[in-house]
């Protein structure tokens, strides 16, 4: 079933553009026609489906249910890797960790993609605060690509995601082995182990209790319209502790959005 002899009418379009934004907040907007259909293509080669018309009415069927989340997450983008964006983990080093004394230390990497951003700050606090393994430390990590999260689980990488780590990091953190000449890297369970991986969907209730040191929503709040941005910074607000941080992505600062959050410096906010 090539790509260029199935159509995408401006119709169906829309119909799935309104569909993805009521259950995940991701707006795709005109000009993504070419991205959508491709991504569609893989839901319809999978399930053996001829036309997008048949997709449709499979996804709004009662045979269909469970194949609106196959559906948003081929429709999600997942771009991260380790240490992405590293000023935050140099504010993390020089003005959170030297500060967060004995306490209980709690953090969610909300849209954790693939894994590597929960697994960079779970190497962090692991190599700076010492006796970390006495240390009541719990990392939360979650996002609503099931496809996403399976990988995050295994925790394990290939040479081609390994760029962001610093060298010595990759040695004291992953077992290296070889396949078909391949090198793969296996992170170490004492890593690993500080991270719950768990299907979350930011637009839906949160079943967490307590409050986190520091929040990470980094480069998925693009994805989304101002008004949902500012719904969700304002949830963040209720599970951060007083003291706490809110991380966003570089390219997704606050300032058009109505919050109560301290703006520190780029892409960092502080609820004081
Ligand atoms: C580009 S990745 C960012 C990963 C990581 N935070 C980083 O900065 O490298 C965006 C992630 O947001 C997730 N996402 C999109 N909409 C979501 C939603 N409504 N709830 C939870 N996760 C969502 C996607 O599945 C994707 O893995």
């Not at 070419?34 to 080669?45: H, Q």
């Not at 690993?192 to 209790?209: D, E, F, I, R, Y």
Request: overall charge positive; proline content about 3%; aromatic content about 12%.
């Amino acid at each position: 079933m090539p790509l260029d002899v199935v159509e995408l009418t401006s119709a169906q379009f829309k119909k799935i553009c309104d569909i993805v934004y009521r259950f995940s907040g991701i707006r795709l907007s005109s000009g993504k026609e070419a991205l959508v259909k491709a991504r569609l293509m893989k839901r319809l080669r999978a399930l053996h489906i001829e036309t997008i018309e048949a997709y449709i009415r499979y996804l709004e069927s009662q045979k269909g249910v469970s194949e609106l989340d196959y559906m948003i997450d081929a429709m999600t983008t997942n771009k991260t890797n380790f240490f992405r964006e590293l000023a935050h983990f140099n504010f993390l080093t020089d003005k959170i960790l030297p500060n967060l004394s004995d306490r209980k230390l709690r953090f969610w990497s909300a849209a954790c993609s693939t894994g590597e951003e929960p697994y960079s700050l779970a190497m962090l606090l692991n190599d700076k605060i010492p006796g970390i393994v006495k240390r009541d430390v719990k990392i939360l990590a979650t996002d609503i690509s099931a496809t996403c999260l399976e990988k995050a689980r295994r925790s394990v990488y290939t040479k081609s995601n390994m760029s962001g780590i610093p060298d010595q990091y990759l040695r004291k953190y992953f077992d290296k082995t070889e396949n078909n000449s391949s090198a793969i890297f296996h992170l170490k369970n004492e890593i690993a182990g500080m991270v719950q991986v768990a299907c979350l969907n930011l637009m839906k209730a949160w079943p967490m209790t307590g409050t986190f040191n520091v929040i990470f929503c980094r480069n998925v709040m693009i994805y989304f319209d101002k008004k949902t941005q500012e719904k969700l910074v304002n949830r963040f607000w209720d599970y951060i502790e007083p003291g706490g941080y809110l991380f966003v992505g570089h390219s997704e600062g606050l300032s058009s959005i109505s919050h109560k959050f301290t703006y520190i410096q780029p892409a960092v906010y502080l609820k004081k």
